[in-house]
Every structure is written in C-alpha cells, then in structure tokens.
C-alpha cells in the first residue's frame, strides 16, 4: 500500500487556491527521493514526456528555437532515472507544414511519446506564445533505439475563432481500447477528442470536441495529462504561470472521472471544468525551497513504482527549468501524491 506524506509537511497549504492537501498519514518504507540525486543534462528541460523501451528510459522536451545545431524535440536518456545523456533530436528543422500552419512559429514545443500499433508516436505543439494560431502534429517511427521518424503532419488546429489553443497534446487510451488525445492552454481550458487508432491521427468518425477542464479569468491551466487507474480516469492540470523564472508560479492538480469523457472532479467534488483540482505539486512543497513553478508533469507506470516527472524553475541557478523525478505515491482512498 502507497501513503501519502503530503499531510505531514503543511498543516494549512494554500488556503486561497483551487487544490486541496491529502490527509495525514502514517508512512512506511517511502522510496527514495529522485530529484537529490539527478545529473548529466538535466537542464534546461522544459515539458518533459517519458517512456521506457527495454532498459533505456527517453526523455522528450521543448525546444523553443534550434539555436545550438541540436535540432527540434531534444532527446535524453537514461538507464537508472538518475544520470541523463543528450541524444539526437527528432526534428533537424521545423516540418514544412506548419510555417503555412502557424506563421512565426520557431520552435516546437510539450511533446508527448506513446507507443501504439507497432510504433512510437510523439504528438507536438507549434505556436507562438500568448496566441492561439496553434496545431498539434504527429511524428512516429518504429524503433528508439534506431529511430526513423516520419512526420504524420496536423492532428488539429486552432485560430482566432476557435474558443481553445491547440497545443499540449497528450494521448491515452481507455479501457475500451478508445484513444483519446487531451490537450489545451487559458482560453477556455483543456479539451478531448477521439483518435484514430490505427493512424494516431484525428477520428473521422467522431469530430466532436470535448471540454474537461477549465478556469475562470485569467484562465491560467495547460498541460493535461491523463492516466487510468483503478476504474477512474485520473486528469492532471498545470495551474497559474509557467515561462517566468524564479517567479514561475506554475502548480499541479488533478481530478478523476469514471468516464475519459469527464465530469472530472477533485476529492471534495468540485468540477475541473469549474476550477477544481486536487493538490499535487506545489513550491511550497519543496523542503529546501529551492525549485518554483513545479508542472507539466508525465506519469511513468512502472511495474513496482509510479513516478510524476515534471519541470521546476531553479531559483539558484537564474531560473532556469530543470528536470524533476518523484516516487507517486496514493492515498487509500484513491488520490495521487508526490513523495
């Protein structure tokens, strides 16, 4: 049995935001903190996805612009979770369709890596900030140790007259064998809608678009990520800003659903789509006070262990965003907490 130790580090946290803090606990043999022991090329790293293949875990992040010759989509790798090597990029350039797609765009940006029908597919975000002229697309290839990428093109799009932003994607499948990609930033929250699963690409046969998660003014939520466990649909959420430095005031929430299509509520009931979510990450959470604005997490299932990987800003090292590893632990009635 996974406990929680969240209770036992702030009697009061946040009293004025949305997420609420697990309950105290008793702990037992808690696994050993990641974060104290990461190295290699760990920053910066910014909206990391993660998979494992064999022994070799991959690592997948932003790029905001191809300044150092590395190419779009960086990369890294690791055996142990702990030391992380560069690896070569995915993209050598920005795909020929999205400079009509989105103009000014320089940089791809949240990827997120799934392995489906005999590939590995990385869904990827072009835009430019604080606009929503935005496409998610797709790129596969069947092996990651050898890669051979081939650009799938858009999955979506969103403009001036769209009610959403069409960038951080993140696909799952449910227990029907339905898949579905999340995705969404401010406007008018995340959204949902169904995917081919045999091409990785936008359903023909369902067109709708689903909301599951929303904010009111500013509107400040991104970065969905959903995981299935134990009958629910568990639907993580970055709360206020990323993108700032030291004075990042991102955070994580999630809430749960018995349907992929949502209402997704948090432990006291209240609606994603009202501004509900339940506390995961947050800088106050950090001991030494050191990482801010924890968010745009993954969730690696291992077998004996599930980790929350993330970004966090270092407030001494000028800010810059930085890998982070945790153990996930879960409460006994359900609910997922960072140990």
Request: with cysteine; hydrophobic share 40%; aromatic share 10%.
């Amino acid at each position: 049995m996974r406990i929680s130790r969240l209770g036992l580090l702030i009697p009061a946290l946040l009293a004025g935001t949305a997420g609420e803090q697990a309950p105290a606990q008793t702990t037992s043999s808690a696994p050993v903190s990641l974060n104290t022991r990461l190295a290699g090329d760990i920053a910066p790293v910014h909206d990391p996805a993660i998979i494992r293949r064999g022994d070799t875990f991959y690592l997948f992040t932003t790029t905001s612009q191809d300044r150092d010759g590395k190419g779009l989509i960086h990369i890294r790798t690791s055996k142990d979770l702990v030391t992380w090597t560069h690896a070569p990029a995915v993209f050598a350039a920005l795909p020929a369709w999205t400079k009509d797609a989105v103009p000014g765009a320089r940089g791809i940006w949240a990827p997120d890596v799934s392995f489906s029908h005999g590939e590995y597919r990385v869904y990827y975000s072009v835009s430019t900030f604080g606009k929503n002229r935005s496409a998610i697309g797709l790129v596969t290839t069947p092996s990651l140790e050898n890669p051979v990428w081939t650009d799938k093109g858009l999955v979506i799009a969103s403009g001036s007259s769209d009610a959403f932003n069409a960038i951080d994607p993140n696909a799952f499948e449910d227990g029907e064998g339905r898949q579905w990609l999340a995705f969404g930033s401010f406007w008018s929250g995340l959204k949902l809608i169904r995917l081919d699963p045999k091409t990785g690409l936008r359903s023909a046969e369902d067109g709708k678009v689903h909301a599951i998660a929303g904010r009111s003014s500013p509107g400040a939520i991104e970065a969905p990520f959903v995981i299935r466990r134990g009958g629910f649909y568990y639907l993580f959420a970055s709360f206020d800003f990323c993108c700032r430095g030291a004075a990042s005031t991102y955070y994580t929430v999630v809430g749960r659903s018995k349907d992929p299509k949502g209402p997704y509520l948090d432990r006291k009931g209240k609606k994603m789509t009202d501004g509900g979510g339940f506390l995961v990450l947050h800088a106050d959470l950090d001991p030494a006070k050191r990482f801010v604005g924890p968010g745009h997490i993954a969730i690696l299932r291992e077998p004996k262990q599930d980790y929350i990987v993330y970004h966090a800003y270092d407030t001494q090292a000028r800010g810059v965003p930085t890998l982070r590893i945790q153990p996930l632990g879960w409460t006994d009635d359900g609910w997922p907490v960072a140990l």
